[in-house]
């Protein structure tokens, strides 16, 4: 019994010590980063480490909306940095949970393509609120062993052909795809942006989705688990992200994407700087590494994104050969002009009224459109 | 004695519910081997190549070394304040005795998100940084009951004689406990105590809310399910680890299995 | 009078002496030793876990400005409004009850049979392989488990490739509320199994020859006798499923179809999503209230003596 008291006993110590150990060793700050999965591999992290003198420490966030609410947590101290998409970046500005960046000190900065330098989804009023990361387009992803003719259109995803093997995001920003599908089909609404609709718009969106929903197989919770869906044969087409279209081919899924004649939505992340971090230094070292090409031409490739760096094309296509085209990474300005980035709808409609929906109504509905 | 038939028929029950218990088991375990890093049925082909990139996975190596120092130190506590309890409640006649096994009941009887949403803002409010202490806060307050149980079902069973004989013989009150009452109830707290680890170690909801910009091996299998990317390492992970952990539970089971003193039938 | 056979000095010298000291002053105060033993639980329990709780169900009645994304701490009643209104919301707590229930049920219903043999009529060495088969599960992480099942689940997966090969038309359970009653009875059952054969393993076997005795069949003794002694532990074990499988947003997320919101869901969603705890906080008074009442009976039950 002795024995087992003092085996009992050096557990304790050992784990006691334990928290005390691992503190910082490196001789630079830590930086505490909330990204999607995927964004912070070793890969490209430790060499930034081990130039920088920074730790990082990641935190994973499955939606744009869990980060907003991570960066706010403990009254927005707990986190340095996030790389939050076009649909929570405003949220964070307008709530002043991120910090101003001074772009020149940022020499990457200039490398960057010039589309992506002052999106709005990340500068307001002139002001930098972080540098834009990397981008993809919401496709449509379709099997093409079982969806035939190819489809052209969005059209395909709301109407009964392949009812029970459709799917699309979980996520409220989804409202944005029926406006923009119904922007271009249903001219009388007056649909102008799809982020921006008033009652009516609102309404005439969450009623084509409800139409939808019993086409739906399911909505997809995270790019693996659509994955899974494709590959398996649970879905045959839907709404989806280039990192699933490169996964799923890896893995022989006889799949294609297509970006329909109505246009599409997109994402753009941007890396922010929280209001309350103590590690500006690192963040600025971060913000300067991540921009350059090959870090840029890493991830993206790693990912399967689009990086905005403009000279990240030729160590893209070093790392993985024709992804430069294939993530459409030096398109012409046209082709990003028929994508709209994901912005935080506000009441504020931009043109003088202000009865558009805010992002907390996209949310209710999107929860009672799920039921 | 039960007819034959019916030990056949549960005998039988027994081969089907096992079989149902570990076919999920036996697949995670199979994958691991999967040559794809997407899973399908049937397996695309059998491959080892996961394991080393698994075991030297820096992210994994992280979080299951923050899962089992979270898991010591929870049960650890919960040993402590669960042998405080039900040597409180059952020594003591007093007036709210119910109310503590209904107290030290609620965290598992609640939801987990409960638990999770309301130490999450209770910290926020007391400005404590979310780090192991906070996790190993959230885990202890449902692992102490799985503690207080098995003791005190063990302490039920204990004659109250022998205490007091061992007081008669002239030690003190914690010569007693070191002596007589500690190796009477020393197997409830193995099984008890393997218990709140196992819970600890696999728990994730309440950890969501509690941890801070660190994983633990759930958080990271979950973060994994979500990418989609590396999912055959899961399975090198879950493998191994039932490999490594079957020879503790069987250890602690034969060491818990009931000695004749203390039955009381 | 010869060193070491004063009584009063008992066997352990001056530091033994102060123990004692100690001791016997515990001894003739029986309260301060009962507040000793229990004062460090009640206040780590009250002191962080109750108020805790309380406090974040104060949240219930707040709201949250949706401009600024702070709690407006105005007492009010509009979250329960909303939820009382909202169909949705019935919706979801209905179904996640349902679903709760029929999972304690079948998992009663399995496990029962399962910790008969168990309990009775495996031999002391099966019976302990046994229990470390059904503990052994709870090491695989849950995650891998629920994840293992769309494995199974699929379109293309293990099921339909087994209804193929029985030419039984294939099964579309991937996605289904049907998928979430199969998985989560499938993850707690080792949580039903285990109280149940504590219960049964209770029962002392005189009382089974007595009915024998006094010329009961063997279902009848199982119906008058058997069940009836192994009740606590069956309800204890209930109260792991049923709470378990009400409070759960995981599972539901990863086998769950459009339409197979729990309570857990649209409480994390609100709180993790739209950032509104109040909100969260008040739908989540559901749950809580379900499971205070299923407490109450439970330990009526004397389901608390089992757990």
């Known amino acids: ?371 | 004695m039960e007819s034959r038939r019916t030990r056949i028929a549960l005998g039988v029950w027994v081969a089907i519910v096992l079989a149902f218990l570990y076919l999920p088991i036996a697949l995670i375990c199979l994958y691991a081997f999967n040559r794809s890093n997407v899973q399908s049925w049937p397996i695309p082909g059998l491959t080892t190549k996961w394991f080393g990139p698994a075991i030297h996975n820096g992210e994994m190596q992280q979080a299951l070394w923050l899962s089992l120092k979270a898991a010591v130190v929870a049960t650890v506590i919960a040993l402590v304040l669960g042998t405080l309890a039900s040597f409180g409640v059952h020594r003591f006649r007093f007036f709210g005795r119910d109310a503590i096994s209904f107290l030290l009941v609620l965290p598992i009887a609640l939801p987990g998100i409960i638990t999770g949403m309301a130490l999450n803002s209770y910290f926020t409010y007391w400005k404590v940084n979310f780090s192991l202490l906070t996790i190993v806060i959230g885990h202890a307050t449902f692992c102490v009951v799985v503690v207080y149980n098995n003791v005190i079902a063990r302490l039920r069973r204990v004659p109250g004689s022998l205490t007091e004989a061992s007081m008669d013989l002239g030690a003190d009150g914690w010569q007693t406990f070191r002596y007589v009452t500690f190796p009477t109830i020393s197997t409830a707290l193995i099984s008890g105590g393997l218990l709140a680890f196992a819970l600890s170690f696999d728990e994730v909801i309440v950890t969501t809310f509690t941890a801070g910009a660190q994983n633990t091996l759930p958080i990271w299998i979950f973060g994994q399910i979500r990418l989609g990317q590396q999912l055959p390492q899961v399975n090198v992970v879950v493998f191994l680890i039932l490999a490594v952990t079957i020879i503790p539970v069987a250890v602690a089971q034969r060491m818990t299995r009931e000695s004749g003193i203390l039955r009381t039938e | 009078m010869a060193a070491g056979l004063d009584p009063a000095q008992g066997l352990g010298g001056s530091a033994a002496g102060g123990r004692r000291r100690i001791g016997g002053a515990l001894w003739r105060r029986p309260w301060l030793k009962g507040l000793s033993l229990l004062a460090p639980p009640i206040v780590f329990f009250v002191g962080v876990y109750i108020a805790a709780v309380v406090a974040l169900f104060v949240y219930a009645f707040w709201t949250v400005d949706p401009f600024t994304s702070l709690t407006v701490h105005t007492w009010t009643g509009e979250n329960f409004r909303e939820l009382w209104h909202g169909a949705t919301y019935h919706d979801v707590a209905l179904r996640t009850i349902l679903i709760a229930a029929a999972v304690t049920l079948t998992d009663a219903i399995i496990a029962f049979p399962f910790a008969y043999y168990m309990a009775r009529l495996a031999t002391p060495r099966m019976r302990a392989v046994l229990f470390v088969l059904v503990l052994l599960p709870l090491w695989a992480s849950y995650l891998a488990r629920v994840y293992a099942w769309q494995l199974i689940l699929n379109q293309d997966g293990l099921l339909n490739w087994l209804t193929a090969k029985l030419g039984l038309p294939p099964a579309n359970l991937i996605y289904t509320n049907t998928a979430m009653w199969l998985v989560f009875s499938y993850i707690w059952l080792p949580f039903m199994i285990l109280p149940v054969y504590a219960g049964l393993e209770r029962i002392p076997h005189s009382y089974i020859e007595a009915s024998r005795d006094l010329g009961a069949k063997g279902s009848r003794t199982l119906r008058s006798v058997i069940l009836p002694l192994a009740l606590p532990g069956v309800v204890a074990g209930s109260i792991f499923t049923f709470s378990l499988t009400l409070g759960d947003y995981i599972t539901p997320s990863l086998v769950g179809g459009p339409s197979s919101q729990f309570i857990g869901n649209v409480v994390y969603d609100s709180v993790n999503g739209a950032g509104n705890l109040p909100f969260g906080a008040a739908f989540a008074v559901v749950p809580v209230l379900i499971m205070g009442v299923y407490l109450v009976i439970a330990r009526r039950l004397g389901a608390f003596d089992a757990l």
């Not at chain 1, 249903?186 to 649909?191: C, E, Q, Y």
């Open chain 1, 1 to 371: 019994m002795t024995k087992r008291m003092w085996a009992l006993i050096a557990m304790l110590a050992v784990a006691a010590a334990f928290p005390a150990a691992g503190a910082s060793r490196q001789s630079g700050g830590t930086l505490k980063m909330v990204a999607w999965e995927g964004y912070l591999e070793p890969l490209w992290v430790k060499p930034f480490e081990q130039q920088s003198g920074c730790t990082i420490q990641a935190k994973y966030a499955g939606s744009s909306d869990e980060m907003v609410t991570l960066m706010r947590s403990g009254g927005g101290n707990q986190y340095d940095m996030v790389s939050a998409s076009g649909d929570a970046s405003l949220r964070l500005i307008y709530g002043k949970d991120v910090q101003p960046v001074d772009v020149s000190k940022i020499p990457n900065f200039k490398q960057l393509n010039p589309a992506f330098r002052s999106p709005p989804n990340n500068t307001v009023g002139g002001k930098h609120y972080g540098v834009s990361l990397q981008w993809g387009p919401n496709i449509l992803l379709y099997n093409t062993t079982k969806v035939k003719p190819a489809p052209t259109s969005w059209s395909s995803i709301y109407s009964p052909k392949y009812k029970g093997k459709i799917t699309v995001p979980d996520n409220p920003i989804q409202i944005a795809d029926a406006a923009l599908y119904l922007m271009k089909t249903k001219a009388s609404l007056g649909i102008k942006d799809p982020y921006e609709l008033n009652s009516t718009q609102f309404n005439a969106a969450i009623a084509l989705l409800k139409q939808q929903k019993p086409l739906i197989k399911r909505y997809w919770p995270s790019g693996g688990q659509e994955v899974n869906d494709f590959k398996n044969g649970n879905v045959w087409l839907g709404a989806a992200w280039p990192y699933q279209l490169s996964l799923l081919r890896a893995a022989k899924a006889p799949v294609k994407d297509v970006i329909p004649r109505e246009g599409a939505t997109g994402w753009l992340d941007t890396w922010m700087v929280s209001a309350h971090t103590k590690n500006l230094d690192c963040a600025y070292k971060w913000l300067n590494y991540i921009s350059s090409a090959k870090a840029q031409a890493q991830q993206a490739t790693n990912y399967g994104e689009t990086p905005v760096n403009a000279k990240a094309c030729p160590i893209m296509n070093k790392l993985s050969p024709g992804s430069c085209a294939v993530y459409h990474a030096n398109a012409p300005l046209a082709y990003f002009k028929q994508i709209h980035f994901w912005k935080t709808p506000i009441a504020d409609c931009g043109n003088g009224k202000k009865d558009c929906m805010d992002y907390t109504k996209w949310q209710q509905a999107w929860t009672q459109l799920k039921g």
